[in-house]
């Protein structure tokens, strides 16, 4: 996955600013590359892959069982290589795993980013993992009692719709101008109302 270039990042800030302009509400932009490595599973599937060479050599060969072993251990050591190429790699992942992953990462990033903390709590997280092609909306207690989550499922909806044509500035800044016109009908400016979070993106190394 290709980095979002710095003239992307510049239109994705100056639409957070724009958006937050209208509204009191707060809105935080995180994108990452994606959510978890996942090698843990990878080497799962090498070590079933090799555990199942024993039985049909035994069967159809008679090879000493110090050859099958070196066999089984060279099936291990290829699938571990191979899993090193990231598409594979998430291939083998359930998609429930990754959705699950993804999302424990969007949540952990809502606190991370002290969206909780916003005054009346009116923040609202717009969290995308490009390598599950996973995108959230996680809104604060304040927007929630206003806002039903059919809402920014509608906005999810959208936003994922542009990732699977690979037209990732535009549906992220698609999405905070959503985001942006939801919050104001509900939370329109305060006076003296000061920016309380970061208006740039927010870009995460998977781990």
């Known amino acids: 996955m290709q980095p979002l270039s710095r003239e992307e990042r510049a239109a994705i800030a100056d639409a957070i600013s ?4 209208k509204t009191s509400g707060e809105i935080v932009v995180v994108v990452a590359s994606a959510s978890g490595r996942y090698f843990s599973i990878g080497v799962m599937w090498a070590a079933l892959l090799a555990l199942t060479v024993p039985l049909p050599l035994i069967w159809l060969t ?6 099958i072993y070196l066999v089984q251990l060279a ?5 571990v290589l191979l899993i090193q190429w990231e598409p594979l790699r998430l291939a083998l992942v359930p ?3 990754q959705r ?4 424990e990462r969007a949540v952990e990033q809502f606190l991370v980013q002290n969206l909780h903390t916003t005054k009346g709590r009116t923040g ?4 995308v993992s490009f390598a599950e092609r996973f995108a959230e ?3 604060d207690d304040g927007i929630y009692k206003k806002v039903p989550p059919e809402t920014w499922e509608q906005v999810v909806r959208e936003l994922t719709h542009h990732l699977g044509r690979g037209a990732r500035k535009e549906g992220l800044i698609s999405a905070i101008d959503a985001c942006g016109k939801i919050l104001a009908a ?11 979070l970061a208006n740039h993106l927010i870009v995460l190394d998977a781990r």
């Open 18 to 21: 724009r958006a937050e302009s």
């Open 124 to 127: 609202a997280l717009i969290y």
């Open 137 to 139: 909306v996680i809104a």
């Open 62 to 67: 008679k090879w000493p069982v110090e050859h």
């Open 95 to 97: 998609k429930g795993v």
């Open 186 to 196: 509900h939370f329109p400016p305060r006076r003296h109302d000061t920016d309380e």
């Open 75 to 79: 099936v291990f050591t290829v699938g």
């Open 100 to 103: 699950a992953r993804a999302h």
